[in-house]
């Protein structure tokens, strides 16, 4: 059984899953709160001109929308937009939109593609959560901002491009993207939060300033970008090699970190009773072998052993 409706901004079609087919009033400027959450038969959609918002989960859990045409006059896509919209196959977001909000496209499980304007600036915390489909995306050069989970789980992304301008990575945010095999992150980025690239198995080849700050377990579990470690990560170690002794200790923190042993260095060890000098006379603690320092690759402690 089908049905259809008219939508005058008002109305509330939440939960109707016998609705097929949705016409809009002339004047219709919001499309509000919940409008058609959960209204599962709804297959298509074609938003008119004049419309310039999208509310909070307007269309949450429609599971067989396939396919929706958003004019160029919307410039706000709330919260949970579009979530679980799990049969949106591709969506061209409008140019006069500037944030990719909270949950936007979260688990939209079949979206292959999507285009982001210029004029966005931010993506929101979990925006393409578990859009297991997605192969690749361009993110805009006016991007200073990817939210925690921003990406999670987008298990097919293969190729993604960070621009210069983007400032912060967040927590998580590339997370479990397991085909992802090279990324560059620019040196306008001064923070990759905690486990940001967690999980990323394809990852081969990174390119990042030494300058950046990582957060603990950022490229845990990288098991492609570990073996390849020695050859990958010389930016990092060179930067090692130019350090005073008294950032010894946050370089090494960052090589764990790419190891995945971060609690090896959360209760580092005790300094060892017995000092060698330097040439200068100057005595400089020993480096205590410990069970963490297996787990690096040995050229790179060689590195460091050679520094000291």
């Known amino acids: 059984m089908s049905s259809s409706a008219v939508y005058s901004g008002v109305e509330s079609f939440s939960d109707n899953d016998e609705l097929t087919e949705v016409t809009f009033d002339k004047g219709v400027t919001t499309i509000g709160e919940r409008a058609f959450q959960g209204c599962s038969s709804l297959e298509a959609i074609t938003i008119p001109d ?3 918002t999208i509310g ?3 269309f949450r859990g429609c599971i067989s929308l396939a396919a929706i045409t958003i004019p160029d006059s919307v410039t706000t896509i709330d919260k949970y937009a579009f979530q679980l919209c799990s049969s949106l196959a591709a969506i061209i977001i409008p140019d006069g939109v500037t944030t ?4 936007a496209f ?3 499980s079949s979206l292959i593609a999507i285009t982001i304007p210029d004029g966005v600036t931010t993506i929101g915390e979990y925006a393409f959560y578990g859009c297991s489909s997605l192969t690749a995306i361009t993110i805009p ?3 200073t901002t990817i939210g925690d989970r921003a990406f999670r789980g987008c298990s097919s992304l293969a190729v993604i491009t960070i621009p210069d301008g983007v400032k912060t990575i967040g927590d998580a945010a590339f997370s479990r993207c397991s085909s992802l095999a090279a990324i560059t992150i620019p040196d306008s980025v001064t923070t990759i939060g905690w486990y940001a690239f967690f999980e990323c198995s394809a990852l081969t080849r990174l390119s990042l300033s030494p300058a950046v700050s990582i957060g603990n ?3 845990s579990s990288c098991t492609a970008l570990i073996s390849a470690a020695a050859d990958q990560n010389m930016l990092t170690v060179e930067d090692l090699l130019n350090s005073r002794w008294h950032r010894i200790r946050e370089r090494v923190n960052a090589l764990l970190c ?3 042993t971060w609690d090896h260095v959360e209760n580092p060890p005790r300094r060892s009773a017995r000092k060698r000098k330097r040439t200068d006379g100057v005595e400089a603690p020993a480096l205590r072998v410990t069970e963490a320092r297996e787990k690096i690759p040995k050229v790179l402690w ?3 052993l050679e520094f000291l």
């Open 50 to 52: 004049g419309v310039t």
């Open 56 to 58: 909070y989960g307007a």
């Open 100 to 103: 990719i909000d909270y949950c």
């Open 106 to 108: 979260y688990g939209c």
């Open 141 to 143: 050069d006016g991007v």
């Open 217 to 219: 377990e950022c490229f």
């Open 258 to 260: 790419l190891k995945g």
């Open 302 to 304: 060689r590195v460091i």
